[in-house]
C-alpha cells in the first residue's frame, strides 16, 4: 500500500477518474517514462457509457524541469538579460535598437571592449559581457530540448528564475501544470510528478480493460499499430498498468484547475473614469 498522502493504492479492476497509470504518452517527453491521470467522468467510467478514456500525462519533476519547466525559467532569464542590456545601452547613451540588429558580440566590441581599460567602466564592463554571454547561451539552450545536461548545467548556473518557477509550481499557482507529490510509480517509487493540463489525450474503452489488467511490453509488440500513442514503453517501462489513484479532494482541484485553464470567459473591462462620474451625484465623481 502507498503511504503518499495525495494517492490511494489502485483498485483491482478499477478505471476511472483519477487512475493513474503506466507507459503513457506526452508530446515533449519522448524518451522518458509518462504517466497518464485518467480525467473521464467516474460516471461515465462506472456505467460504461464512453468509448473512449481521456487522461492528462504526467511527467516527473526532474524531467519536467528540464523541458517544460526550463523553457519557463529560461524565457525569464532572458527576460531579465534582455532588462538588464537595455539599461546598459543607455548608461552607455546607445539605443536599445541594437539588440535587434547587431549580434551581442558585435555590440559589446563596437562600444564596450575600449571602456574596459576605464576604472568607471570596469566592472560594468564584465557585467555587461557575462549578461551577453548567458543572453545567447540561454537562447540556444531554449531550443534544444534534447540537451538535458547542458541545460541542467546551465539551469543551475542561474538559480534565481528556477527557484521562482519552481515555487509558483509548488503553490500550484503556475498556468497549465499542476505538483502531484510523492507519487507512486511502476518499480514503487514515490516521486514528485507534474501534471501536463493543458495536453490531452485518449485511449479506447477496449484498451483500458486491458491495461487495467497489464498490458506488457512483449504482449504489445505482436499489437503495435501505427498511429497508436499509448501505451509507449519507454525508458525502462515495461508493463503498461494502473499505480495508483489519485485522492479527493486532490482530484477535484485538479478537475478545477483543468476547467479553469479551458473555461475562462474574457470580458473588456470596465473604464474607470465613466463609473467615477456616475458617484457624481454623491459629488464623489
Not at 519533476?61 to 534582455?82: P, V
Not at 509488440?221 to 509507449?232: E, I, S, T, Y
Amino acid at each position: 500500500m502507498t503511504k503518499s498522502l495525495m494517492f490511494d493504492a489502485p483498485r483491482e479492476g478499477e478505471f476511472t477518474q483519477g487512475s493513474v497509470f503506466s507507459c503513457a504518452y506526452a508530446e515533449d517527453y519522448p524518451e522518458v517514462s509518462v504517466y497518464g491521470l485518467v480525467i473521464t467522468a467516474r460516471c461515465d467510467a462506472a456505467q460504461d457509457k464512453t468509448p473512449i478514456f481521456s487522461y492528462i500525462p504526467t511527467v516527473s519533476l526532474h524531467d519536467w524541469m528540464l523541458c517544460d519547466g526550463g523553457n519557463i525559467a529560461m524565457d525569464r532569464l532572458n527576460a531579465d538579460c534582455q532588462g538588464n542590456l537595455r539599461k546598459a545601452l543607455k548608461d552607455a547613451e546607445l539605443s536599445e535598437s541594437l539588440l535587434e540588429t547587431k549580434t551581442m558580440d558585435e555590440i559589446y566590441d563596437s562600444h564596450f571592449k575600449e571602456r574596459e581599460g576605464d576604472k568607471t567602466w570596469r566592472a560594468r564592463c564584465v557585467k555587461i559581457r557575462t549578461t551577453m554571454d548567458t543572453y545567447v547561451r540561454t537562447k540556444e539552450l531554449r531550443t534544444a530540448r534534447d540537451m538535458r545536461e547542458e541545460r541542467r548545467i546551465h539551469l543551475a548556473a542561474n538559480p534565481a528564475p528556477v527557484d521562482a518557477v519552481v515555487k509558483e509550481l509548488s503553490g500550484n499557482r503556475l498556468s497549465g501544470f499542476y505538483l502531484l507529490r510523492d507519487m507512486p510509480t511502476l518499480n514503487g517509487d514515490e516521486l514528485n510528478f507534474v501534471a501536463l493540463l493543458r495536453e490531452i489525450h485518449h485511449m479506447p474503452t477496449k484498451l483500458t480493460r486491458d491495461i487495467v489488467v497489464g498490458v506488457s511490453k512483449e504482449s504489445w509488440a505482436g499489437r503495435d499499430k501505427d498511429g497508436v500513442r499509448c501505451p509507449r514503453f519507454a525508458a525502462t517501462d515495461d508493463l503498461a498498468a494502473p499505480v495508483a489513484k489519485l485522492k479527493s479532494p486532490w482530484i477535484e482541484h485538479v478537475m478545477q484547475s483543468f476547467t479553469m485553464l479551458f473555461a475562462r470567459i474574457g470580458v473588456v473591462d470596465n473604464d474607470f473614469s465613466t463609473v467615477k462620474r456616475s458617484l457624481s451625484p454623491l459629488g464623489l465623481g
